[in-house]
């Protein structure tokens, strides 16, 4: 199995940039396609963005689109989600996931392994 740390919250505000990391401890990470998720208070948590194994491939939740990037590097051990723009409604805990499928999913049944998260909030 695989243990996810994630890393890079804070407090910011409105239009800043944060870099989230995932870092990954047990088997190597290039095993797994890796997804972002958050979690605001009294929400579910959804999908943000995933990754495919060999990187080459990602996708995101239309409201991330053209704000934020996720990237990985196998070598590293390590899957990156760039965060720009970043707004109010962007506040959560964010978390990295692992999955064993085939393709990404922003479903987190999909995942089988996940990080504590990282807290971010963004202010006016």
């Known amino acids: 199995q695989v243990q996810l740390v994630e890393s890079g919250g804070g407090l910011v505000q409105a239009g800043d940039s944060l870099r989230l990391s995932c870092a990954a401890s047990?088997?190597?990470?290039?095993?797994?396609?890796i997804g972002w998720f958050r979690q605001a208070p009294g929400k579910e948590r959804e999908f943000v963005a995933a990754?495919?194994?060999?990187?080459?491939?990602?996708s995101y939740e239309d409201s991330v689109k053209g704000r934020f990037a996720i990237s990985r590097d196998n070598t590293k051990n390590t899957v990156v989600l760039q965060m720009n723009s970043l707004k109010l409604e962007d506040t959560a805990v964010y978390y990295c996931?692992?999955?064993?499928?085939?393709?990404?999913?922003?479903?987190?049944?999909?995942?089988?392994?996940w990080g504590q998260g990282t807290q971010v909030t963004v202010s006016s």
């Open positions: 047990g088997r190597t990470l290039s095993s797994y396609i």
């Open positions: 996931a692992a999955s064993v499928a085939s393709s990404t999913s922003a479903n987190t049944g999909a995942y089988v392994y």
């Open positions: 990754i495919m194994r060999s990187g080459l491939s990602t």
